[in-house]
């Protein structure tokens, strides 16, 4: 079984590992949760070994309680000492752009779109500017591909889960071997028209306060990493966004010159659910808890 992420890199990711290890299932927890809560951990029990793809999961280890755990990332983690291999660079203090990147280096594999798309998925544009880009080059030159049709690939990959659709995540993971199928798909195109006009409602009200981005938003889409990374690349600046679901709260800090992963582990001692990168922050919070700790990061980056 593999368990991935739900977005572009995830998916990519458990394409790659699905081909080359002869698994046949795939699995996603409920689309926000960075953890397995019990419905999710009751799935998987009769599962014997479980392949985490992308994930920086809250309670990883209390999949070891019934299965063989092999992981694969990338993020900002610690180790989990009771998986039988913990596969991330930034366990050596290495960061990679992708989880893709990661299985492709580590399994030897032949260089496809799928492991250009993880980067470009997780980077976007950004990746240009890193030393991997020389992957994507490489890609690009061989294939005859441009960068807008991995950009595009990416941004209709990541619409299923924007669009909270969890079978079409999971869907995703076996047409995400062919770039002509992602690009030409119906359903993908269609959550894509709908999700671009809402993205772009909400970065049109974020607020400049000179040396960062701030918005307040509402919507039950997942599109809050959507609209914070639009107007951290947009404007060049660290872009500090809260959205008040129905259920539950969410904030989502993106900079692009400054390492704010402090705090994730400031949001995890508050008892958050929290993870990101050197550059990104999502936190999942109980509902009305919110803006207090958005305040708290407004203050902090001098807001």
């Not at 590992?17 to 698994?23: A, C, P, T």
């Not at 999710?40 to 014997?48: G, V, Y």
Request: charged share 30%; aromatic share 6%.
């Amino acid at each position: 079984m593999i368990l991935h992420h739900w977005d572009t890199d995830g998916i990519c990711s458990a394409s790659l590992l699905m081909e080359n290890l002869g698994e046949d299932e795939n699995f996603t927890p409920k689309i926000g949760n960075y953890f397995l809560d019990e419905e999710d951990l009751d799935a998987l029990r009769s599962h014997k070994k479980i392949i985490v793809a992308d994930m920086n999961l809250a309670n990883a280890k209390d999949i070891c309680g019934f299965a063989e755990l092999i992981i694969y990332d990338h993020h900002i983690a610690e180790r989990v000492e009771c998986a039988k291999a913990h596969i991330n660079p930034y366990l050596e203090g290495k960061s990679y752009p992708s989880a893709t990147l990661v299985i492709y280096e580590n399994l030897g594999l032949k260089l496809d779109h799928r492991v250009v798309l993880g980067m470009v998925g997780d980077v976007g544009r950004k990746i240009m500017d890193r030393a991997e880009k020389d992957v994507v080059l490489r890609y690009m030159e061989k294939s005859g591909r441009s960068f807008e049709d991995l950009e595009r690939a990416a941004m209709l990959l990541d619409s299923s889960y924007k669009m909270f659709r969890r079978d079409e995540v999971l869907e995703n993971v076996f047409i995400a071997n062919d770039l002509d199928e992602i690009l030409n798909s119906e359903r993908l195109n269609r959550n894509n028209e709908i999700l671009e006009k809402e993205i772009e409602q909400m970065v049109s009200k974020a607020e400049d306060l000179g040396n960062l981005m701030v918005l307040k938003m509402r919507t039950e889409h997942h599109i809050i990493s959507a609209v914070a990374r639009k107007i951290a690349w947009g404007m060049g600046k660290t872009a500090l966004v809260l959205n008040q679901k129905s259920d539950r709260d969410e904030i989502y800090l993106r900079s692009p010159d400054m390492d704010v992963s402090r705090f994730i582990d400031i949001a995890r001692a508050k008892g958050y659910n929290a993870g990101g990168k050197k550059e990104v922050v999502g936190v999942v919070l109980p509902k009305g808890e919110g803006e207090g700790f958005f305040n708290y990061i407004l203050k902090e980056l001098g807001g």
